[in-house]
């Protein structure tokens, strides 16, 4: 059975722009969120407030922030840490997501600290979030394999799930960072999920399309339940440190998919595309997803 609607969240201008070598000024962003909620999105994440020497492409997030808090629609941002969270409550942010990894290389490349020391830092910032009646979501990076390690344990996922879910997360985000997983490894994972007590009803995907494979792990997860699905206007991004990262899962290929379905988005594809197609001019190069490509052409 599939879901009658799909919240999606849109990541294109944190884990898009995050990627990319030139910065994107202030206000090209900020008219890139509003447009975003032009089409019908209702989750943006705006940015991170993260150290800005470790990504310099966000370091405008205290600027660009206040310029699209009133739009209405919910703006999650990132905070590795306390001082992301201060900066990130002191000018009014309402969701927040720390951003954990199903392994050791990847914490370390990322965040400096190994695994547990990660956690051990996410711990109180969570609790302080909600203490402030925060939604907080946790990403779990490298859930389906890392370029380091080579196969990721479900166990090990299961066990960074858990503990961000015992810490207080509202929601976690199954982080496909490379792009190598495949249809039964996503079916596989939820299942595992499943039976360490964490319920399908929080869990999102955020798939990666190195391979191609996103939108058939996204159809899988939708078949076992998954209604948080994550996704890139364009097909923008990667990650800074995971070299084997391409974009995220175009927002428009998933649209198309999802309304070819019959599943509601609340999301106009038209008005997404040209958001696309006006970024990709800024960043003078074309999207490479699919749907852009042949609904700008017709
Ligand atoms: P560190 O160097 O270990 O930091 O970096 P530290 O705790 O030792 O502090 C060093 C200095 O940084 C101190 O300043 C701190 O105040 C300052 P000093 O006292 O020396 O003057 N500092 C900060 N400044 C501003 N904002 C902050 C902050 N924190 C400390 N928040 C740190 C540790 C976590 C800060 C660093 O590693 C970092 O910023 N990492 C961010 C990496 C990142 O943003 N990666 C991309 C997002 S994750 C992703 O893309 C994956 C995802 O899409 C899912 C998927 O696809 O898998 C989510
Ligand atoms: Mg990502």
């Known amino acids: 059975d599939l879901p009658a609607r799909v919240r999606i969240h849109e990541v294109g201008a944190r884990d898009g722009l995050q990627n990319e070598k030139s910065a994107?000024?202030?206000?090209?962003k900020a008219e890139f969120i509003r447009r975003l909620a032009g089409a019908g999105l209702t989750t943006i994440e705006a940015t991170s407030f993260v150290h800005p020497k470790w990504v310099p492409q966000l370091a405008d997030a205290e600027d660009l922030f206040p310029l699209v808090r009133d739009l209405g629609v919910d703006l999650p941002v990132l905070v590795p840490n306390q001082r992301g969270l201060d900066r990130a409550l002191a000018l009014g942010a309402e969701r927040v997501a720390v951003f954990a990894s199903a392994t050791e290389s990847f914490a370390k490349a990322n965040l400096n600290r190994?695994?547990?020391?990660s956690l051990a830092v996410f711990e109180?910032?969570?609790r302080h979030a909600k203490d402030e009646g925060v939604h907080v979501r946790g990403y779990v990076s490298m859930c389906f394999g890392d370029p380091w390690e080579g196969a990721v344990p479900l166990h090990q996922v299961a066990r960074v799930c858990t503990a961000l879910r015992d810490m207080g997360c509202?929601?976690?985000?199954?982080?496909?960072t490379i792009g190598v997983a495949t249809p039964g490894h996503v079916l596989e994972l939820l299942s595992v999920l499943n039976e360490a007590g964490v319920p399908t009803n929080v869990i999102g995907v955020h798939f990666h399309d190195t391979y191609g494979q996103a939108l058939a792990n996204t159809l899988a997860a939708l078949?076992?339940?998954?209604?948080?699905?994550?996704?890139?206007?364009?097909?923008?991004?990667g990650?800074?440190?995971?070299?084997?990262?391409?974009?995220?899962?175009a927002t428009e290929d998933l649209v198309w998919?999802?309304?070819?379905?019959g599943i509601e988005t609340g999301v106009d594809l038209g008005r997404l595309t040209a958001t696309s197609v006006w970024m990709a001019a800024h960043l003078d190069r074309p999207s490479?997803?699919?749907t852009v490509r042949a609904l700008s052409h017709k």
Not at 257 to 261: D, T, V
């Open 124 to 126: 109180p910032v969570v």
């Open 239 to 249: 990650c800074p440190y995971a070299k084997s990262a391409t974009g995220n899962l």
């Open 114 to 117: 190994t695994l547990d020391e």
């Open 288 to 290: 490479p997803s699919r």
């Open 170 to 176: 509202d929601e976690l985000s199954l982080g496909d």
């Open 257 to 261: 998919m999802l309304h070819g379905l």
């Open 223 to 237: 078949q076992h339940g998954v209604t948080t699905v994550d996704a890139s206007a364009g097909g923008l991004g």
């Open 24 to 28: 994107v000024p202030t206000q090209i």
